[in-house]
Antibody, heavy 120, light 107 residues
């Protein structure tokens, strides 16, 4: 059974880069049946898709974040990573790592999420 | 971008009630819609995909349907564990977008 686990700093200073890693167990990030992605949820608010990546390296980004965002995969480590540059308080959120069905585009399963706070 | 509008934003209901939540897309998405349940402090959980396909392990009291541009999530008989926030998501095209959520509260 697939499990995904996010990791990374819980506190990032404004203008710096938010970096998170997602480690997969129970499935291969090289599976052709899935994308792998990130979704975030500001405290008390709704869900926002950040971006997705295919094992080949093809990426799809939310246009609102595109200029600051890099998502990549490390197939040797079975890991997914997120880098969001020039963060502000508006980037404070719980960040979820997700598996995305390649044809149907739904998300399942979700990681437990990690809270990242942007503050000096 | 495809905008997803959910209604109501919250609903108060009792155990055993039938609850319906509606989601409307700003443009045609055919059956490209998923529903999720999120309990406080937990990650969302997939309930339904392709508008009406029940995810494995999800109780049969949950169902999804579509009528024109409107999509509906129905809980046929609300159980105590169903009090949560529900989100719809269009799965038709990037950027993937969610509705604003519907909180189902205890009456």
């Amino acid at each position: 059974q697939l499990q995904v686990q996010e990791s990374g700093p819980g506190l990032v200073k404004p203008s710096e880069t938010l970096s998170l890693t997602c480690t997969l167990s129970g499935d291969s990030i090289s599976s052709p049946s899935y994308y792998w992605g990130w979704i975030r949820q500001p405290p008390g608010k709704g869900l926002e898709w950040i971006g997705s990546i295919y094992y080949s390296g093809s990426t799809y980004y939310n246009p609102s974040l595109n200029s600051r965002l890099t998502i990549s995969v490390d197939t040797s480590k079975n890991q997914l990573s997120l880098k969001l540059r020039s963060v502000t308080a508006a980037d404070t959120a719980v960040y979820y790592c997700v598996r995305q069905h390649q044809l149907e585009n739904y998300f399942d399963p979700w990681g437990q999420g990690t809270l990242v706070t942007v503050s000096s | 971008d495809i905008e997803m509008t959910q209604s109501p934003s919250s609903v108060s209901a009792s155990v055993g009630d039938r609850v319906t939540i509606t989601c409307r897309a700003s443009q045609g998405i055919s059956s490209w819609l998923a529903w999720y349940q999120q309990k406080p402090g937990n990650a969302p959980k997939l309930l339904i995909y392709a508008a009406s396909s029940l995810q494995s392990g999800v109780p049969s009291r949950f169902s999804g349907s579509e009528s024109g541009a409107d999509f509906t999530l129905t809980i046929s008989s609300l159980q105590p564990e169903d009090f949560a926030t529900y989100y719809c998501q269009q799965t038709k095209s990037f950027p993937l977008t969610f509705g604003g959520g519907t909180k189902v509260e205890i009456k």
